[in-house]
């Protein structure tokens, strides 16, 4: 993804993801918790040795935040929250990109999708937004299918190491979240390993709706399919003073969040 610069990450040829297979490097859902609890152990400790504490730790606000200027408009809205999508379902209900996108009703709504399909039309855009039987979603034309099946194949054929496998752990259990806090969360800078990850699908980032920057990362479909997860709702919880745990139904406090 081109915009990844805007996030201030840098496109570099990392040792952290060598070319080499799979294989058991991506090991399983309970691998990426047991990462997960250890990241927040290291976090626990760092606050408690620093003193830092207060709002600005608990409520995960990165350091040089900058309140959004100015309001864009819906039509920019919808595209951003549909370039992101639901991690949680296989598409945005109609209601629920009405609310978020400030939008009166269904007509303004499928007037906003029209406009949107037009440009990407005249623009040779190579996906297009579908409407489906769950809401809408913006995909890629059957053409690219090909494509992306190569991508993916290449994906399978790409060795994760426990770094990368570490920012994996924490974007799936936080996202969405930024870089700066991936790189707090791990204490080390881990902008390297997003663009990576970005670059072989299983991350995927966008500006937050209303903001230029910074980037906001989420795992995409391709890693819950790495992974054997139907959803975000299957990776297992954890807690900060213990192991991880499997699946329960209502989730947990630390469920991932959407």
Aim: aromatic content about 6%; hydrophobic content about 35%.
């Amino acid at each position: 993804m081109n915009t990844l610069a805007n996030g201030g990450l840098e496109d570099k040829n990392h040792p952290d993801l060598p070319p080499e297979s799979l294989g058991d490097a991506t090991s399983s859902a309970e691998e990426l918790a047991r990462l997960y609890a250890e990241t927040l152990l290291r976090e626990t400790a760092a606050i408690e040795s620093t003193g830092l504490e207060g709002e600005e730790v608990a409520g995960g606000i990165a350091p040089g935040y900058s309140p959004p200027v100015g309001e864009p408009p819906p039509e920019k809205i919808v595209e951003a929250l549909l370039f992101v999508g639901d991690p949680s379902a296989p598409a945005l209900a109609a209601e629920r990109l009405i609310q978020l996108a400030g939008l009166t009703s269904v007509a303004e709504l499928e007037a906003v999708v029209a406009r949107l399909n037009a440009r990407y039309e005249k623009e040779g855009r190579p996906y297009r937004v579908f409407k489906t039987p769950d809401g809408y979603v913006l995909r890629l034309l059957d053409q690219y299918r090909p494509y992306v099946a190569r991508l993916r194949r290449r994906t399978r054929e790409s060795r994760l190491s426990q770094a990368a496998l570490e920012v994996l752990a924490v974007v799936a259990y936080r996202q969405p979240i930024t870089a700066e806090e991936v790189s707090r969360l791990r204490g080390r800078p881990s902008g390297h390993l997003l663009t990576q990850l970005v670059q072989k699908g299983l991350v995927q980032a966008a500006p937050e709706p209303g903001r230029s920057r910074p980037l906001l990362f989420r795992t995409t479909r391709l890693f819950e399919e790495l992974f054997g997860l139907e959803s975000l709702e299957d990776l297992p919880h954890i807690k900060k003073d213990g192991p991880p745990e499997g699946p329960s139904p209502g989730g947990s406090p630390d469920s991932p969040r959407a």
